[in-house]
């Protein structure tokens, strides 16, 4: 029977580490044989969030377990837990599968078990990830990431994507979808993180741009051009390419086309017009040209996004 050691200590997140808990402590109707072994390990009882959590080990039992599983941290830009850094690192060198549930990522960062690997985490921490551990490969968009021995998932749900994916990986898709039906949840999703980021608007009422933003989102079907932006602010081309990149921090055209796609978003997601009908509202011209640019940006077409997110309403009988 396969251990999986679920580390617990202080100021982790309560979130993945009961999933974990719920998708490896339970065996599907016993369509898999042996299941697994599940073990949640600390160093004594822990304040998981808003609970107390009495683990069932010490820490030491990660480096006798098959994965290890490290849920996400609430501090990303604090220390880890020295304790939990070497246990960590004894249960890699032993040849255990490394998994990081959300930000978890920078647990296995700080141990040096991520250098030179491709990893993900939670979207509005890959930045932080990025500058704080150089060597990290970071991808932003993926939903999870897998080396091999060494696994990555982005936030939330997302590690229930990844959860899922280990146990396709050791006992196969048929008791995986089993897992996931039980769940309610589906075995696979498409896409990565893009499709989930929201994009505000830069607002500072003090700013030059400051009501040029609206005046643009205003106009997101019409044909604007940089030269349009920079005339309705009253300033050069050039000039509106440094207040953009200091206020947004990306180009007025790119800033542009994300809030095209971030409009066809909103539009597939509450409306029932045609992707032709999208395309137009959002200024791409053509379904073909929204299609395009949306799978790129977002990961998934529109069709799938709409599929997705598309509010059905209350149940109802």
Known sequence: MALVAIAATDGMLHFELALACEVFAHDPSGLADPWYD????????VRIGRFLLAPDDGLDRLARADTVIIPSIEDVDGDVDP??????????????????????????AAAGVLDGLRATTHWAHTEALTARYPRVRVDPDVLYVDNGSVLASAGKA??????????RRDHGSTVANAVAR?????????????????????????????T????????LDRPLTVEDLARQANM??????????????????????TQRIRHAQELLE???DSIDAVAEA?????????????????GVPPDTYRRTFRATGPATG
């Open 38 to 45: 599940v073990a949640i390990c600390g160093p004594g009882p």
């Open 83 to 108: 304790d939990l850094l070497d246990a960590v690192r004894a249960a890699h060198r032993a040849g255990a599968r490394m998994v990081s549930l959300c930000t978890g990522a920078f647990v296995l």
């Open 158 to 167: 997302a590690a229930i994507d990844l959860c899922l994916h280990l146990i």
């Open 182 to 210: 039980r769940l309610v949840v589906p075995p696979h999703r498409a896409g990565g993180q893009a499709q989930y980021v929201t994009t505000p608007v830069p607002a500072r009422d003090d700013h030059p741009l400051a």
């Open 212 to 219: 040029l933003f609206p005046w643009a989102l205003a106009r």
């Open 236 to 257: 050069s081309s050039r000039n509106l390419a440094r207040h953009f990149r200091s206020v947004t921090g990306t180009t007025p055209l790119l800033w542009l086309s």
């Open 270 to 272: 509450r409306t029932d």
């Open 282 to 298: 959002a200024g791409m011209g053509t379904a073909a040209t929204l299609r395009r640019h949306f799978h790129r940006t977002v």
